[in-house]
């Protein structure tokens, strides 16, 4: 699986385990994301993906670096889609 394959299925596992927001993003906590196990079988290198994703301004976390334990609580904002895209896809 290459990098674009795997920002999208982060996409889709964030919103399988987050929360919708009003404006249409969804948030999820990387304590969540980490202990969830079909995550786990997905991802060799989650803190990885998230990364990747938050260069390609997908998503949205506080920090550079996310440890399980220490970072469990931080919010990851799955930014949403622009209404052009959205009405294109559905």
Same mark, same amino acid.
């Given at each position: ?10 996409? &889709? &596992? ?6 919708i ?6 948030? +999820?906590? !990387?304590?969540?994301? !980490?202990?969830? *196990? @079909?995550?786990?079988?997905? !991802? &060799? ?9 938050? @260069?390609?301004? +997908?998503?949205?976390? *506080?920090?550079e ?6 970072? *469990?609580?931080? &919010?990851i904002? %799955? @930014?949403? %889609?622009?209404?052009?895209?959205? +009405?294109?896809?559905?």
């Amino acid at each position: 699986m290459n990098v674009e394959e795997e920002v999208e299925r982060l996409k &889709e &596992e964030i919103k399988r385990l987050g929360k919708i927001q009003a404006d249409g993003s969804y948030k +999820v906590t !990387f304590g969540v994301l !980490f202990h969830d *196990d @079909k995550c786990a079988n997905i !991802f &060799e290198a989650l803190v990885g993906t998230l990364r990747a994703a938050k @260069k390609r301004k +997908v998503v949205t976390y *506080d920090g550079e670096l996310l440890l399980q334990g220490v970072h *469990d609580n931080v &919010e990851i904002t %799955l @930014k949403p %889609l622009p209404a052009a895209a959205a +009405v294109a896809t559905s």
